[in-house]
């Protein structure tokens, strides 16, 4: 997947390039200024570019690989791709806040990408039961979250979504590590449970990690994503009601794992749980800290604040959105999303607490909708039948008739002339001077010949 954002990232470079005979941004934005909006070798500039942003930064329709990558050991995960490699690509297209200005088109394409990435990632997070694979459908959705902004124009809001997410979610991870040492390598919540009795400074920093990623204030999430939201809303009322609703399922399914993995009873009996040693947890604290304290950095003018974290990027980017809404359309926003989320939360915790409910056992029978989220709505499978096996049937197919049946024995026979022609010289050398004399005054008479003749 990475491979074809490469290919469309190279290829707008070298449009770009020969457009503007630079790749030096000063350079290029000097030139680009003087553009109409809508230009069409911007827009294709610009497309080429998201492309390469989209499997970067793990958007539809090439997320798939992110999911992949979580095998790794969990702080990899939380230094890569939580807070760094995925964002190059909303870096790169903030970084070029004046093309995609010029590109209504493309920030058009950038808002359905990153709003259904957003949805989808979110929708999946809910049927999944291994403790990563929840936390990397997680950072996919909220890469859509970024994208979303950035579409919007906001790009500011965007890098400061980045921001904050890199503080809860490196937290989330790193607290996923600290349960799955405790739990000596299991990663399945449904074999979870009862943990925060048992590990307590996990449990309170993943917590903290949860509040902030369901926007709850006055955790660092609330700040950014109600930016996002509150940027939605001055576009288009469908478009908030649809990120409110993808912000709505991440409150679901993160509180569907915290109440599996720390609340109610133990529900396997080989491990033995214990609070993890202090390299573990004294990056928690302050990660946690940073999860509090991490939205102060850009305080809206709502709340008296001058929104620094906005002033800082005014030299590196261009918002192309509207001013801020009212305070008070802003207040009835917020107050809307957390009654919703108040729901939300006693939603989960009735369901996973009170009730018990634990999820399905793999291969259980499910409705057909929660069987679909369950397998990612067959994303993986569509690849392998649309990619993977027609490759894979021409690979064999070449491997089979051109390989085996004309490039080695194309390759043997080479081999078998230079040995044969190697053993009819070999004869010529029989240590007889005479021999060597008449070979070189012929060769000489023969260069003779030939100089002459042609």
């Given at each position: 997947?990475?491979?074809?954002?490469?290919?469309?990232?190279?290829?707008?470079?070298?449009?770009?390039?020969?457009?503007?005979?630079?790749?030096?941004?000063?350079?290029?934005?000097?030139?680009?200024?003087?553009?109409?909006?809508?230009?069409?070798?911007?827009?294709?500039?610009?497309?080429?570019?998201?492309?390469?942003?989209?499997?970067?930064?793990?958007?539809?329709?090439?997320?798939?690989?992110?999911?992949?990558?979580?095998?790794?050991?969990?702080?990899?995960?939380?230094?890569?791709?939580?807070?760094?490699?995925?964002?190059?690509?909303?870096?790169?297209?903030?970084?070029?806040?004046?093309?995609?200005?010029?590109?209504?088109?493309?920030?058009?394409?950038?808002?359905?990408?990153?709003?259904?990435?957003?949805?989808?990632?979110?929708?999946?997070?809910?049927?999944?039961?291994?403790?990563?694979?929840?936390?990397?459908?997680?950072?996919?959705?909220?890469?859509?979250?970024?994208?979303?902004?950035?579409?919007?124009?906001?790009?500011?809001?965007?890098?400061?979504?980045?921001?904050?997410?890199?503080?809860?979610?490196?937290?989330?991870?790193?607290?996923?590590?600290?349960?799955?040492?405790?739990?000596?390598?299991?990663?399945?919540?449904?074999?979870?449970?009862?943990?925060?009795?048992?590990?307590?400074?996990?449990?309170?920093?993943?917590?903290?990690?949860?509040?902030?990623?369901?926007?709850?204030?006055?955790?660092?999430?609330?700040?950014?994503?109600?930016?996002?939201?509150?940027?939605?809303?001055?576009?288009?009322?469908?478009?908030?009601?649809?990120?409110?609703?993808?912000?709505?399922?991440?409150?679901?399914?993160?509180?569907?794992?915290?109440?599996?993995?720390?609340?109610?009873?133990?529900?396997?009996?080989?491990?033995?749980?214990?609070?993890?040693?202090?390299?573990?947890?004294?990056?928690?604290?302050?990660?946690?800290?940073?999860?509090?304290?991490?939205?102060?950095?850009?305080?809206?003018?709502?709340?008296?604040?001058?929104?620094?974290?906005?002033?800082?990027?005014?030299?590196?980017?261009?918002?192309?959105?509207?001013?801020?809404?009212s305070h008070s359309t802003e207040l009835i926003l917020i107050?809307?999303?957390?009654?919703?989320?108040?729901?939300?939360?006693?939603?989960?915790?009735?369901?996973?607490?009170?009730?018990?409910?634990?999820?399905?056992?793999?291969?259980?029978?499910?409705?057909?909708?929660?069987?679909?989220?369950?397998?990612?709505?067959?994303?993986?499978?569509?690849?392998?039948?649309?990619?993977?096996?027609?490759?894979?049937?021409?690979?064999?197919?070449?491997?089979?008739?051109?390989?085996?049946?004309?490039?080695?024995?194309?390759?043997?026979?080479?081999?078998?002339?230079?040995?044969?022609?190697?053993?009819?010289?070999?004869?010529?050398?029989?240590?007889?001077?005479?021999?060597?004399?008449?070979?070189?005054?012929?060769?000489?008479?023969?260069?003779?010949?030939?100089?002459?003749?042609?």
């Amino acid at each position: 997947m990475n491979r074809i954002g490469d290919l469309g990232f190279i290829l707008g470079i070298i449009l770009l390039f020969y457009t503007f005979k630079s790749v030096s941004f000063n350079e290029i934005f000097a030139q680009a200024g003087g553009l109409p909006a809508g230009n069409p070798v911007i827009t294709v500039i610009t497309l080429l570019l998201l492309v390469g942003a989209v499997g970067k930064s793990a958007q539809i329709p090439l997320f798939t690989w992110l999911p992949d990558a979580m095998a790794g050991p969990t702080p990899v995960s939380a230094l890569i791709h939580a807070a760094t490699m995925v964002t190059a690509g909303i870096y790169m297209i903030a970084r070029s806040s004046i093309l995609y200005n010029l590109a209504p088109v493309t920030l058009n394409v950038i808002i359905v990408i990153g709003l259904a990435t957003a949805i989808m990632a979110a929708i999946i997070g809910l049927k999944q039961n291994d403790i990563k694979k929840v936390l990397a459908y997680s950072t996919v959705s909220q890469l859509g979250y970024m994208f979303l902004a950035l579409g919007l124009g906001a790009y500011s809001a965007g890098v400061f979504h980045v921001t904050t997410h890199a503080f809860f979610k490196a937290l989330l991870f790193l607290g996923a590590g600290s349960v799955i040492h405790a739990m000596g390598g299991e990663q399945d919540i449904r074999k979870m449970g009862g943990l925060r009795k048992k590990m307590p400074l996990t449990y309170f920093t993943f917590l903290a990690a949860t509040l902030a990623i369901s926007g709850i204030p006055p955790f660092s999430g609330f700040f950014s994503k109600d930016l996002i939201l509150s940027k939605a809303f001055e576009h288009s009322i469908i478009l908030y009601v649809l990120a409110l609703g993808g912000a709505l399922i991440t409150c679901f399914y993160m509180f569907r794992l915290l109440y599996l993995v720390f609340f109610g009873e133990q529900r396997s009996s080989k491990a033995h749980p214990h609070e993890s040693p202090r390299v573990m947890t004294i990056p928690l604290i302050v990660l946690a800290v940073l999860s509090v304290v991490g939205g102060f950095i850009n305080i809206p003018s709502l709340f008296r604040g001058n929104s620094g974290f906005n002033t800082l990027l005014q030299t590196a980017v261009v918002s192309n959105s509207s001013g801020e809404i009212s305070h008070s359309t802003e207040l009835i926003l917020i107050a809307l999303s957390l009654a919703l989320l108040a729901l939300v939360i006693y939603f989960a915790y009735h369901t996973f607490v009170k009730k018990a409910e634990l999820p399905a056992a793999d291969g259980a029978p499910m409705p057909w909708f929660g069987k679909v989220v369950y397998n990612k709505f067959y994303v993986d499978e569509m690849y392998a039948f649309l990619f993977e096996k027609p490759l894979g049937f021409l690979s064999g197919f070449l491997f089979d008739k051109v390989e085996n049946k004309v490039l080695d024995p194309a390759v043997d026979g080479v081999g078998t002339a230079t040995s044969h022609i190697g053993s009819l010289l070999r004869k010529l050398q029989q240590g007889n001077m005479s021999f060597y004399l008449f070979a070189m005054v012929a060769g000489i008479l023969l260069f003779i010949v030939f100089i002459l003749t042609v």
